[in-house]
C-alpha cells in the first residue's frame, strides 16, 4: 500500500525517479516507513536527522536509532544537532517554530550542498486533520482551510493518503521498528488535544472522517486557487505603483464583491494584519492624512488611494560629517565640496544641489530626521522662521516624502531641507568668499 501510493505520487505529478530525494527522519513510525519504501523502490535518498536536543536522553536515543536503520539497509544518512532553545529565544518564537525554521533551512542547505532534488516529508492523512484545525483554531484564512499541499515547490508529501493505521500496519508487516516521541501524549500541546480528544470523537460521528477531511482539503486547495486568481483580477484593477509606492484605490476597493479579504490579501505581504485591515478599511470615509504602520511599511489614506511605502532604512541618527568628503546615508549619496564663489558662476537650481556660505558653516555638521517643533527660515523668506511641518504642508508634501526627509544641521541650525529648500540664514551673499557644495544623489 505504502509503496503502490508512491509510485502513484510520482507517476501523478511527474516526478522522475531518476531524482535525488532527501528523507527527512525523525525515528518515528511516519518517517521510517517513508525511508524504508523509499529504499525498496531503489531510488536515490539521504537520509537527514535533526538532534533538537530538547528531550534529553530520549533525543540522542532517536538519533541512535536512525544510525543503525540507516546503517543496516545501507542508507547515507547525516546527523545535525541544534541549540533549539537559544535559537526560540534568539528570534522570540516557539520551540515548536523554531524547530521548523532550523529543519527545513538545514534540509534546503544540504538539498543544494549534496545536488538534490527533492526534500521529502513523512505527513499523512492524520497531519492533514489535525493542521486544519489547528488553523482554524488559529484563524488563518482560507490558506488555512487548505491543510497540508502534497507538493510545495521542492517539498514532496507522498504520505498524505495515507493514514496512521495504514502506516502502522506497513511497519508490522515488514517488522520495522520505530520511536515513540514521549511528547505527542502531553496535552500541553494543541495537537497533541486534537489528536487525541478531538479527532477520535468526529470519527465516533463519522467512521470515514480522514477520508472525508482530505476530500474536503483538496476541494479547499481548488477555491484557494479560485480565491487567489479573483484576487490577481482585482488587483489589476485597483493597484498602481508609482515613486516607489503602492497605490490602493479606495473607491474601487470599497466596490469589490469583498472589500475586506480584498484588502487583506494586498496588505498581508506588507506586514499588515487583519485588525489593522479592519481600521485601514473603515478610514475609507475619513479625512486624508490618517496613517498606519507595520514592521517594515507604511500606509496612509489619500485623496482617492491608500498609499503604501518602505519606511526608510534604520540608521543611527544623528550622523556626524566631520569635514569635507563623500558620505553614503541610507541609499544616497552625499558629496561636500567646498568651491571659490569666483569658480562658480551661478547658483545650481537643482534641489539635490545646496549651495551654502562656507563661512556660516561650523563642522562637524548633523544630518538626522525632522522631528515635530522643527524650525527654519526658508530660502527667500528674509529670515521668518516657519514650521517645518507648515512647510510641508505649503509644499503638498505626501507622507512618503516627509518619512524620508532628512535636515542639515549646523551648531543645531537647520541649513538645509536636504533636497527641498536650504535656510535663509545660510545663503551666498556678496560678501560670501567659499561656498559650501552639497549634493546628494542616489
Not at 520505530?178 to 495537537?191: K, Q, T
Not at 487583506?264 to 485601514?280: A, K, T
Not at 556660505?357 to 515635530?372: H, N, S, T, V, Y
Request: charged share 25%; proline share 4%; aromatic share 10%.
Amino acid at each position: 500500500m505504502i509503496r503502490n501510493t508512491i509510485q502513484e505520487f510520482l507517476e501523478k505529478y511527474h516526478i522522475s525517479r531518476e531524482a535525488g530525494f532527501i528523507i527527512a527522519v525523525s525515528g518515528g513510525a511516519d518517517s521510517i516507513a517513508l525511508l524504508h519504501a523509499f529504499k525498496y523502490l531503489n531510488l536515490k535518498i539521504l537520509a537527514l536527522h535533526c538532534n533538537f536536543n530538547l528531550r534529553g536522553k530520549e533525543s540522542n536515543m532517536d538519533e541512535q536509532f536512525v544510525k543503525r536503520f540507516c546503517d543496516s539497509y545501507g542508507i547515507a544518512l547525516s546527523v545535525k544537532h541544534f541549540d533549539t532553545r537559544s535559537y526560540a529565544q534568539e528570534k522570540g518564537i516557539s520551540i515548536e517554530m523554531a524547530a521548523r525554521e532550523l529543519r527545513y533551512t538545514w534540509f534546503h542547505e544540504m538539498k543544494q550542498k549534496k545536488r538534490m532534488d527533492y526534500i521529502v516529508t513523512g505527513h499523512q492523512a492524520d497531519d492533514v486533520t489535525e493542521t486544519l484545525f489547528i488553523n482554524l483554531c488559529r484563524g488563518t484564512g482560507i490558506k488555512g482551510l487548505s491543510g497540508i499541499k502534497a507538493v510545495n515547490d521542492d517539498i514532496l508529501r507522498p504520505l498524505l493518503p495515507c493514514s496512521r493505521q495504514e502506516i502502522l500496519l506497513y511497519l508490522e508487516q515488514h517488522q520495522l521498528g520505530y520511536r515513540n516521541d514521549s511528547s505527542n501524549d502531553s496535552l500541553d500541546f494543541i495537537r497533541n488535544i486534537i489528536r487525541h480528544k478531538i479527532i477520535p470523537v468526529c470519527k465516533e460521528i463519522n467512521p470515514s472522517f480522514l477520508r472525508t477531511i482530505r476530500n474536503n482539503c483538496q476541494a479547499f486547495q481548488e477555491a484557494e486557487c479560485l480565491y487567489f486568481y479573483g484576487i490577481e483580477q482585482l488587483r489589476k484593477e485597483i493597484v498602481e505603483y508609482k515613486d516607489d509606492e503602492m497605490l490602493i484605490h479606495i473607491a474601487k476597493t470599497m466596490d469589490s464583491p469583498s472589500p475586506y479579504s480584498l484588502l487583506f490579501e494586498l496588505l498581508r505581504p506588507y506586514g499588515f494584519n487583519r485588525h489593522q485591515v479592519s481600521d485601514i478599511l473603515e478610514s475609507h470615509t475619513a479625512s486624508p492624512g490618517k496613517t498606519f504602520q507595520s514592521k517594515d511599511y507604511i500606509l496612509t489614506r489619500g485623496r482617492s488611494y491608500w498609499r503604501i511605502f518602505q519606511r526608510m532604512e534604520q540608521t543611527d541618527f544623528p550622523l556626524c560629517i566631520e569635514s569635507a568628503g563623500t558620505y553614503r546615508i541610507g541609499k544616497q549619496d552625499l558629496r561636500i565640496e567646498f568651491i571659490p564663489r569666483s569658480a562658480l558662476p551661478s547658483i545650481p537650481t537643482d534641489p539635490h544641489i545646496a549651495c551654502l556660505d562656507a563661512g556660516k558653516i561650523k563642522f562637524p555638521l548633523q544630518i538626522r530626521p525632522w522631528e515635530k517643533g522643527d524650525k527654519f527660515c526658508p530660502l527667500g523668506m528674509h529670515l521668518l522662521k516657519k514650521k517645518l511641518s507648515d512647510f510641508f504642508n505649503d509644499q503638498k508634501f505626501t507622507a512618503k516624502q516627509k518619512e524620508e526627509c532628512l535636515l542639515l544641521l549646523s551648531e543645531n541650525k537647520i541649513a538645509w531641507v536636504m533636497g527641498y529648500r536650504p535656510d535663509e540664514r545660510f545663503k551666498i551673499t556678496s560678501f560670501t568668499e567659499t561656498v559650501l557644495q552639497i549634493t546628494v544623489s542616489q
